[in-house]
């Protein structure tokens, strides 16, 4: 008998993607791993770095390639799906687009069609689903969006949890960490603050929006936990989980964490209002999330912010 199982990778060219991919090939030697491409041809460093896990290329907004899939790699068990365009802004301005990418239709459809009831999608959603209203918003709390990503991300959210039978909703703040095998083009939070403060400027960041970011390596073993928990059990799982770190901090409070650790004056952190800076799109202020439900399934608190960019700091040489 085969005990082998599928683990396809939607989106794996990404920063969570490459992460997990890593993750994924390095522990699980019980797992067939496999992921998908927007582009024609995936980096050739993580296809280096990934010998032995199948590529294919796939457009998430009109289920071209999905078939491919089936054919040369199988029915998955398991579905993780990080494919999204993540940029509010740019949501905003192609909204048509943010939600044939964000709402995974054709993904769905693909699963459904293949009437393979026993895999468990995983799938990447946001803290932006929240209105920003308060602090530390529960899974119970209402939905009420306030711009285009974060409707997109509940339309997703809704198909899923209407149409399939198994699956995980991980409601993701912002994700940091170190950089990727094959650099991704988005700017990283921690990197970027890094750079910009070591050029010994004033520099401005908002002291009014709060987030719980969450360190790479924690995403990471949480998804591999549910999927390992899926292979193990085969009980039937329907589940959101605020997927955050554990602390609630600022744009301010997150560059004087970076300050703290390379050694740069606090006085080039000039605390601004997010409302003085129109970037085109509405942004909800306060998105932290009580993270109760991912602690007591991980059993551990995951990592501090102060460690989390301690350790990230370590992969890039001072400036």
Known sequence: MDNRRRILVVGGTGYLGQHLL???????????????????????????????????QVDVRTGEGFSAVSASFGQPDIVVNCAAMSVPRACEMDP???????????LVKWLLDSRNDNSLLIHLSTDQVYEGVKSFYKE?????????????????????????????????SIIYGPQTLSPVARSLPIQWMDNVLSQGKEVDFFYDEYRCPIYVKDMVHTISSLTNTWISDRKKMQ?????????????????????????????LIKSVSASSVNRGVLSPADISMDITRLVEFLGTNPTSFHDGVKATLETIPSS
């Open 239 to 267: 589940l959101v989980i605020n997927a955050g770190g554990p602390d609630r901090v600022s744009r301010v409070e997150m560059a004087k964490s970076v300050a703290l650790h390379r050694g740069y004056s606090f006085s």
């Open 96 to 106: 048509d687009t943010a939600m044939a990418t964000n709402q995974p239709s054709s």
């Open 22 to 56: 890593q993750y994924l090939l390095s522990t699980s030697s019980s797992l067939d791993i496999a992921f998908t491409h927007h582009r024609p041809i995936p980096p050739q460093e993580l296809l280096d770095a990934l010998p032995c896990v199948k590529s294919f």
């Open 140 to 172: 119970e709390d209402e939905t009420i969006p306030v711009n285009i990503y974060g409707k997109s991300k509940v339309a997703a959210e809704k198909l899923i949890s209407e149409t399939f039978q198994n699956y995980v909703i991980l409601r993701s």
